[in-house]
């Protein structure tokens, strides 16, 4: 049974950066489509960025446009999700998943993703 493990996380000043990265364990990554979503405290968890299986589609929150960057390193099985000039609205947990179908698509829905990784914290400080 794969798992996802997600890590860089962390308390950030606005304006600063953070590179998140998240490793499949257990399985690989080659033929699904990737995932960011994130939840904040009482909200319900909301798209960030998507990529393709062979990064030639990416998809981006309109809050994500422009500032976070999502690519993939399949050797590795690991996805990684770079926020750049962050802003307090960025507090939340932020979740990894791999699609549950294999599709040459960047989907947006959290219900075609599956399994999820635990998440990790970030906290956004103005």
């Known amino acids: 049974q794969i798992r996802l493990e997600e890590s860089g996380g962390g308390l950030v000043q606005a304006g600063d950066s953070l590179r998140l990265s998240c490793q499949v364990i257990g399985g690989n990554i080659n033929m699904w489509s990737m995932g960011w979503f994130r939840q904040a405290p009482g909200k319900e968890r909301e798209f960030v960025a998507s990529i393709s299986r062979s990064s030639g589609r990416r998809a981006y929150a309109d809050f994500a446009e422009g500032r976070f960057t999502i690519s993939r390193d399949n050797a590795k099985a690991t996805v990684f999700l770079e926020m750049n000039n962050l802003v307090a609205e960025d507090t939340a947990v932020y979740f990894c998943?791999?699609?549950?179908?294999?599709?040459?698509?960047?989907?947006?829905?959290?219900?075609?993703?599956?399994?999820w990784g635990q998440g990790t914290q970030v906290t956004v400080s103005s």
């Open positions: 998943a791999r699609a549950r179908l294999t599709t040459y698509n960047a989907p947006r829905d959290r219900n075609e993703y599956g399994p």
